[in-house]
């Protein structure tokens, strides 16, 4: 079986004049969720849903490969969406075991978002899309797999949160800033970005090895986090 290490970075689907006009709209106040809740949260979580988004960095691994990373900004969206489906596809022909895809949150965000990309895309019949990217890749998401090492509660298991409970480095940047270095053609900082949030292969060949840490080193893990970026308030 092969393994897909996948990750996406997704910005508004916006240009950016109009990017820089809400942006800036939002900064001086103009634009809040108490004077415009409906524009306000659209824009701010545009970059969350295929509906108001699109993928602008598709960074994979398959086995132990090169990693590729494929640019929105070189290329356009439907081609590098074109070009990963084509990988995808390859990788689950003939009679072996198909394909595995791992992630973090890579079940419930990127697959979902990279299928409805391509459906609007048309990069494939709907039929065919649907089995393909979500119905026979096998997927592992390190999310999912920690859940009942948090009270089956996905609050607090973010990236970082996994990658400090395996000894793993952690970023210094979300991946909400990058849509301001997008927007500014400031691309060499979203692929160093990109590289810093690519541990997947290495998470995964920890866990293989000597399988998921405890509760206790979790649970350490979120506290260390909280009071690194929340001020020791519990994170979402």
């Not at 006009?21 to 979580?45: D, H």
Request: glycine letters at 8%; proline letters at 4%.
């Amino acid at each position: 079986m092969a393994t897909m290490f996948l990750d996406i970075e997704t910005v508004p689907d916006l240009d950016a004049k109009k990017y820089r006009e809400l942006s800036r709209k939002v900064s001086s106040g103009e634009l809040s969720p108490e004077a415009s809740p409906a524009e306000y949260w659209a824009f701010k979580n545009a970059a969350l849903s295929p509906v108001d988004g699109r993928v602008m960095l598709i960074t994979y691994q398959v086995d132990g490969a090169h990693v590729h990373r494929l640019k929105e900004w070189e290329g356009g969206e439907r081609e590098i969406l074109k070009r990963l489906y084509s990988v995808i596809e390859s990788l689950q022909k003939g009679k072996g075991d198909g394909l595995r895809i791992v992630g973090h949150n890579v079940m419930s965000f990127d697959l979902c978002f990279l299928h409805e990309r391509m459906r609007r895309h048309e990069i494939a019949d709907e039929g065919r899309l649907y089995r393909i990217v979500l119905r026979r890749p096998f997927v592992m998401d390190f999310l999912q797999m920690h859940l009942p090492l948090n009270a089956m509660n996905g609050k607090g298991l973010k990236h970082d949160v996994l990658a400090h409970a395996y000894g793993l480095p952690t970023k210094s940047t979300q991946g909400s800033e990058e849509a301001e270095h997008y927007f500014a053609g400031e691309y060499e900082k979203i692929l160093g970005y990109s590289e810093r949030e690519f541990i997947y292969p290495q998470l995964y060949r920890l866990i293989r090895d000597g399988g998921l840490v405890d509760a206790e080193t979790l649970r350490r893990s979120i506290e260390w986090y909280d009071a690194a970026h929340n001020g020791g308030e519990p994170s979402l």
